[in-house]
């Protein structure tokens, strides 16, 4: 079975564009998180998303929005990039949002902003 | 959920165990250890996680005291694939988000 997939796997973006982020679950898992991760550090939660519903949202300013389609897949959306923004983008999805023991991660979109 | 505090890094030998330590004494009584990795430029890998009695699955073993203050996560024959940034995370099963908690995590390096 395929695990999470993202797309695309490198992008490079000026300040002030706009950047879309894909993912897909694997096969059968309906929750999907978001998560940031700078050079350096640990991931940061950005958002959750179960049954196409926002369950949670980390503390990211309202540039950052995701949404979650009928067959689970998830996009992020970030706008007026910032140089700050650069990062490691990794999707996350579990069986079911709440009761699911652990996360499986995809490989990750890197984000470079110029 | 609890804040965990993790040595920055340490080194292991090929073939023998390596005892990553995870010191968690706010930790409630609803709340779990978990335990993932990151092999560098790769999404971050489920390894196993417990409430109060060890674990053991395929990849480790988990040790939790019984005031569940720490927790041991035990590689018992490191190889090289094994380098890594090891996580350990507090983790409540209620509520209403289900995000997972990384903090900075121990660097291991299993060396030849």
């Known amino acids: 079975d395929a695990g999470v997939t993202q797309s695309p796997t490198h992008l490079i973006k000026t300040r002030g564009q706009q950047v879309t982020l894909r993912c897909s679950p694997i096969?059968?898992?309906?929750?999907v998180s978001w998560y940031q991760q700078v050079l350096g550090q640990g991931p940061q939660f950005i958002f959750q998303y179960y049954e196409k519903e926002e369950r949670g949202r980390g503390n990211f300013p309202d540039r950052f929005s995701a949404r979650q389609f009928p067959n689970y897949s998830s996009e992020l959306n970030v706008n007026a990039l910032l140089l700050g923004d650069s990062a490691l983008y990794l999707c996350a999805s579990s069986l079911i949002a709440g009761i699911s023991y652990e996360q499986y991660f995809g490989p990750g979109t890197r984000l470079t902003v110029t | 959920d609890a804040k965990t505090t993790q040595p920055p890094s340490m080194d292991c030998a090929e073939g023998r165990a390596a005892n990553l330590p995870c010191n968690h004494s706010?930790?409630?009584?609803?709340?779990?250890v978990y335990w993932y990795r990151q092999i560098h430029s790769q999404g971050p890998q489920y390894i196993i996680h417990g409430l109060k009695n060890n674990e053991t699955n395929e990849m480790a073993s988990l040790i939790i005291t019984e005031d569940r203050k720490s927790s041991t996560l035990i590689l018992p024959h490191a190889t090289l694939r094994d380098t890594a940034v090891y996580y350990c995370?507090?983790?409540?099963?209620?509520?209403?988000?289900?995000?997972?908690?990384f903090g900075s995590g121990t660097q291991l390096t299993v060396l030849p």
């Open positions: 995370i507090v983790r409540a099963l209620e509520g209403s988000a289900r995000q997972l908690t």
């Open positions: 096969s059968g898992h309906k929750s």
């Open positions: 706010t930790i409630s009584g609803n709340e779990y």
